[in-house]
């Protein structure tokens, strides 16, 4: 073989491998870009979340590690927290509304840490004694906060942190651990929480009590999502897991079929993006996270995270980019077409 074919064959294999590498955006029609970040050993991605800009991304760590990402250059900047062998899992964190310098991080034995990225140290500390925090969300217009393990909601301003503060008991709410908390995108009063009891229960933070209930989803991550009147759960259970309900009747309209082989769906996140026609969700049956046309009950889209279970999500205020986690060692940056 001559050296002139021996290298056009050469250049010919590494495109090859090139193309094989890109293979997101060729399989998936829905996917434009793909990065992947890898954080080495820090014991699974826990939560994450974007920046209100699409500045910053956070993730929380198993081993007590925060990792913040920065999206416009796509660098990851050094760790806001250090992990360690013995550290407690950053079980949720959370940016303030409007503001891409703040965010909030809470850990396993109710320990939340309020951060500001232009200081690079925190500012605050609260403590939750006897509640293992598990979610937690701000109201659109950044006034309200409410923690989910035992459920609790706070009003807020951002450095008079908790004016004032209430606890929701099990006996008006939830019997069982809480692993959710989502807040009415429109209206501030209003959020909703699910977990292991098998209901998903609507809240008005004006009356300190369950308005609403819907029986049937099993969450067991972050698996409730709301746009306008349309409520996405993301259960884990084999079949039929992932559904849509009405706000204001809580009657079951829609399964949305998300293909499986034989070890079932079992959903731990599920998100609406760009509107209610295309959801996320994934979890431990498929270990991918599907992107799916409520419309035409099709997937235009798949990620995979190395076979582990997808256990974080978070979508852009746009819907254009995702952000995945799972109990390995990276996270993927997704922007869809």
């Not at 598990?134 to 008079?160: E, L, P, Q």
């Amino acid at each position: 073989m001559s050296a002139g074919t021996r290298r056009r064959l050469e250049d010919a294999l590494n495109a090859g491998k090139e193309i094989e590498n890109n293979s997101d955006s060729v399989s998936n029609g829905g996917i434009q870009k793909s990065v992947e970040v890898d954080f080495g050993d820090v014991m699974g991605v826990y939560s994450v979340n974007f920046s209100f800009n699409q500045r910053y991304l956070v993730t929380g760590c198993g081993n007590g590690a925060i990792q913040v990402y920065e999206c416009t250059t796509g660098r990851k900047k050094r760790p806001l927290k250090h992990g360690s062998l013995y550290g407690l899992p950053i079980t949720s964190v959370k940016f303030f509304p409007f503001k891409d310098e703040q965010l909030i991080t809470a850990t396993a034995d109710g320990t939340m840490t309020c951060w500001d990225l232009e200081s690079w140290n925190f500012f605050k500390t609260l403590d939750e004694s006897h509640n293992e925090i598990s979610a937690m969300d701000f109201s659109h217009d950044g006034k309200v906060f409410g923690t989910a393990g035992k459920v609790r909601v706070d009003t807020n301003t951002f450095f008079f942190f908790f004016r004032r503060e209430f606890i929701l008991s099990p006996e008006s709410g939830h019997g069982r651990k809480v692993f959710a908390l989502k807040f009415h995108p429109f209206d501030d009063n209003i959020f909703l929480t699910g977990g292991w009891d098998r209901c998903i229960k609507v809240w008005d933070v004006r009356s300190d009590q369950v308005v609403r209930s819907i029986h049937g989803p099993y969450i067991c991550g972050d698996g409730i999502d709301i746009w306008e009147d349309s409520i996405l759960t993301a259960s884990w259970v084999a079949h039929d897991a992932l559904q849509i309900w009405d706000f204001k009747s809580g009657h079951l309209v829609e399964v949305i079929p998300f293909p499986h082989d034989e070890h079932g769906e079992f959903l731990y996140v599920g998100r609406f993006c760009s509107g209610s026609d295309i959801v996320a969700a994934g979890g431990s049956g498929t270990n991918d996270l599907k992107i799916i046309n409520r419309n035409v009950h099709k997937v235009i889209a798949s990620v995979e995270e190395g076979g582990k279970p997808i256990q974080a999500l978070d979508v852009s205020l746009d819907g254009n980019k995702l952000v995945i986690g799972s109990s390995g060692n990276c996270i993927k940056i997704v922007t869809l077409t």
